[in-house]
C-alpha cells in the first residue's frame, strides 16, 4: 500500500510514441526485417516518406524500394 505522500503516477503512452501528426522533410526508414518464406528470403522496408504523416508509413519489398525510392538502400 502506498501512503498518501507517496502516490505513483504511470506516463501516458502519447510520451512514448511518437507525433503520428508529424510531417517529415525527407525519406526515412523506420525498421528493416526479413521473413522467410516458402519461395525464399524476403528483405522488409518500413518506410516513411517526406511529407507523408507517421501513421501512412508503409511496409516495401526490397524489389519497390529499388523501383521507387532506390537512394534509400544505397
Same mark, same amino acid.
Not at 5 to 14: A, D, G, I, N, T
Not at 25 to 44: A, F, P
Given at each position: ?10 506516463? %501516458?503512452? &502519447? ?16 525498421? =528493416? ?13 518500413? $518506410?516513411? #516518406? =517526406?511529407?507523408? *504523416? *507517421?501513421?501512412?508509413?508503409?511496409? %516495401?519489398?526490397?524489389?519497390?524500394? &529499388?523501383?521507387? $525510392?532506390?537512394? #534509400?538502400?544505397?
Amino acid at each position: 500500500m502506498l501512503d498518501q505522500e507517496e502516490e505513483k503516477f504511470l506516463p %501516458y503512452v &502519447e510520451d512514448f510514441s511518437p507525433n503520428s501528426q508529424e510531417e517529415l522533410t525527407e525519406d526515412m526508414v523506420l525498421h =528493416k526485417r526479413s521473413k522467410t518464406k516458402i519461395q525464399g528470403q524476403q528483405d522488409l522496408w518500413h $518506410i516513411w #516518406l =517526406k511529407e507523408q *504523416l *507517421l501513421g501512412k508509413a508503409k511496409w %516495401y519489398t526490397r524489389e519497390k524500394v &529499388e523501383e521507387k $525510392i532506390p537512394h #534509400l538502400i544505397q
